[in-house]
């Protein structure tokens, strides 16, 4: 008897070519605002939704820092026709067409807020593979914590053991392992260190590789 198989996908940085376009505007908001050292602290905040974004910038530059006023000229930066702005990664549409051909369960789990999430992938049609949707808004925990990946494993009906995560950030690597699910990672801004490498199953260079590394392993499912 065949396994039933989740495989849940990180959005930023992994689906959407969004993490350059990101790192330039808080490049931006942070020269209008002084700020320096902003690229160390973009790093951090990679993978994590927006409380735990707000901490690690008061942590970097004080309890008084204007987080507010930060999110704002960030936003101001987005367009303001309602039109999707981030380029897909390649082979984002492609892997999920195939997982679905396959019968697998699709879970989007991403710290970015669910309209973001709406407006960036719903108008691409892509929210329609996946039978669940966490965004950050929806979870009382960032990653490195796993509550979001536990979370739409169980909204699919999976286990954890027969669940993989498709993260390119440390933190969702993090958050996959401490799961017990199967972390495959696509490297984006971040390269990965030691700690990556013995975290993720597998360091996949694209979506595609990825895709190609979870069909050979469809082909030889088998429940134990």
């Given at each position: 008897m065949k396994q039933a198989w989740t495989v849940i996908f990180d959005a930023d940085g992994l689906l959407l070519d969004s993490e350059?376009?990101?790192?330039?505007?808080?490049?931006?908001v942070a020269a209008e605002m002084g700020l320096e050292g902003i690229n160390a602290a973009h790093l951090?905040?990679?993978g994590t939704n927006p409380q735990m974004t707000r901490q690690i910038l008061r942590e970097a530059y004080g309890s008084d820092f204007p987080t507010e006023a930060?999110?704002?000229?960030?936003?101001e930066k987005?367009?303001?026709?309602?039109?999707a702005m981030m380029p897909l990664k390649p082979g984002a549409r492609e892997i999920l067409e195939a997982l679905q051909r396959e019968g697998v369960s699709l879970a989007l789990a991403s710290s970015s807020p669910a309209e973001y999430l709406q407006r960036e992938l719903?108008?691409?049609g892509l929210l329609s593979f996946f039978t669940a949707l966490v965004s950050g808004d929806m979870v009382s925990k960032s990653k490195p914590d796993p509550e979001i990946f536990l979370r739409a494993a169980a909204l699919?009906?999976?286990?954890?053991?027969?669940a993989w995560v498709v993260e390119d950030s440390f933190n969702g690597i993090r958050a996959a392992h401490r799961a017990g699910m199967h972390p495959l990672m696509v490297p984006d801004l971040l390269q990965p260190d030691g700690e990556m490498q013995t975290l993720a199953e597998a360091i996949l260079p694209d979506l595609f590789a990825v895709r190609d590394y979870l069909l050979e392993r469809l082909a030889g499912r088998e429940m134990k």
């Open positions: 350059r376009v990101s790192v330039e505007h808080w490049r931006q951090r905040c990679i930060f999110f704002r000229r960030l936003l987005q367009p303001r026709d309602g039109c719903g108008g691409r699919c009906g999976g286990e954890a053991e027969t």
